[in-house]
């Protein structure tokens, strides 16, 4: 013999077709609610942004401090440094100088052909100015006649 409810019918062990499909409704909902929240991994346009004026702030004072032109590329893919010795430009590759590529997913214009700041031995530069961005968001790094880097969201 089954048992049976107040209502007079029989009971079943396990759940109804109802039962299931919410309990997953919930499932999905707090699954995407925890996918939403997540940070994106990749570091942000403005860690890009804030990283190359550091480095070009550096460029700048070592031109100042080694008495030489200090020269930073900056190309679709990344930046590098050189150093201009009397004859040749050589590239510098150590410390904050070594090449550094952009962040996943960060464009840099404009690129074509690539920027070239060159800081002379007392800090001056052409003025120059790249734009960094990905997804929405933009950020321009700027340096002006006195070598003065900034950066401007």
Do not use: K
């Not at 039962?19 to 707090?30: D, F, Y």
Request: hydrophobic fraction near 45%; charged fraction near 25%; aromatic fraction near 6%.
């Amino acid at each position: 013999m089954t048992p049976t409810s107040a209502t007079g019918r029989s009971r079943r062990a396990g759940f109804t077709l109802v039962e299931l499909l919410m309990t997953v409704a919930i499932m999905g909902v707090a699954a995407g609610a925890v996918v939403l929240s997540m940070p994106d991994p990749r570091p942000s346009v403005g860690e890009d942004a804030e990283r190359f004026a550091a480095r070009l702030q550096r460029a700048r004072e070592e031109a100042i401090l080694s008495n030489r032109s200090v020269a930073v590329e900056a190309s679709a893919v990344g930046y590098a440094f050189a150093a201009f010795d009397g004859e040749r430009w050589s590239p510098l590759q150590e410390g904050p100088f070594r090449r550094e590529p952009w962040s996943d997913g960060v464009m840099a214009a404009p690129v074509e052909p690539p920027l070239r700041v060159t800081f002379d031995p007392t800090g001056v530069a052409e003025p120059a100015r790249l734009v960094l961005s990905r997804d929405s968001r933009s950020i321009a790094v700027a340096v002006d006649g006195a070598g003065e880097v900034s950066i401007d969201d």
